[in-house]
């Protein structure tokens, strides 16, 4: 059953959001919406009784109670389901392997894993540990660390293995590596981990202070990858990191992209 009281404060609100902190007047809104004046002006006292929407100017904007709401919205979202969300609702990597990881001393962990459509089979699965000196994600989360911190962590050569002929194993070439990936903003791994695969991936900011440090990435046929699909699949993963970092962001700039 339709409420359309309920229907016209959400446009409302929408109309607010579109305005971008701007006022809007009773008289605006109800041109825009096409409705009368009259019962607009009872959903916008009805709105700002709740302090969803404040009284500015002699118009409206929206009020504190949606940060609120929003806040504790955010404190009951999984990271983890909303990587996955991200991977359904992100047309460009919906086909493509991507992980998601966190930072375990010398390696990653993956705490999640998309397979994607794609005729390939690799052997990362949720729980499964890589050394994040090869990997594109474990270079995305020791881009947040400095270089002292890398050489104290890598000192030993065991911790930089080589996987195929393309691995980095020397320690200050994986600093410049990862100083490399710092300065761009995405590691990349070309070959590292399995020949003929290019890794990329992008650090997730994290919501709170002290919160554990994800990275999202995704492998990609060499064969098949130009600068121009990578440069995409940047913009796709870093869209997905935002989701991830604040799932509002989905449909608003964030994850969906790539179509």
């Known amino acids: 059953m339709s409420a359309p009281a309920v229907t ?94 966190v930072l375990d001393g010398t390696e990653v962990l993956y705490l999640a894993a998309h397979a994607g459509r794609l005729p390939l089979r690799m052997t990362a699965s949720i729980g499964s540990r890589f050394p994040a000196s090869i990997t594109a994600v474990g270079n995305a989360l020791l881009a947040q660390l400095d270089d002292d911190e890398l050489r104290a962590r890598f000192e030993d050569p065991a911790t930089r293995p080589a996987w195929t002929a393309d691995s980095t194993t020397d320690l200050e070439a994986l600093i410049d590596k990862i100083r490399v990936a710092r300065g761009r903003g995405f590691a990349l791994d070309k070959g590292e981990v399995f020949p003929g695969i ?41 869209a997905m990191a935002a989701h991830i970092a604040n799932p509002m962001n989905l449909g608003r700039g964030g994850a969906v992209v790539g179509a």
């Open 8 to 101: 016209r404060a959400l446009r409302v609100l929408a109309l607010l959001e579109a305005a971008g902190g701007e006022t809007l007047g009773v008289s605006e809104m109800a041109r825009q919406l096409g409705v009368a004046r009259s019962s607009l002006f009872n959903v916008c006292l009805a709105l700002e009784a709740e302090g969803v929407v404040q009284r500015s100017d002699g118009g409206y904007r929206l009020g504190r109670r949606l940060v609120e709401l929003g806040g504790a919205y955010l404190r009951t979202v999984d990271p983890v389901q909303a990587f996955y969300q991200a991977c359904s609702d992100t047309s460009l990597l919906h086909d493509e392997i991507c992980q998601l990881a």
């Open 198 to 238: 290019r890794g990329l991936a992008v650090a997730v900011a994290p919501q709170y202070s002290g919160e554990q440090a994800y990275a999202v990435g995704a492998s990609l046929l060499e064969v098949y990858c130009n600068i121009d699909i990578e440069q995409q699949a940047v913009k796709a993963l870093s």
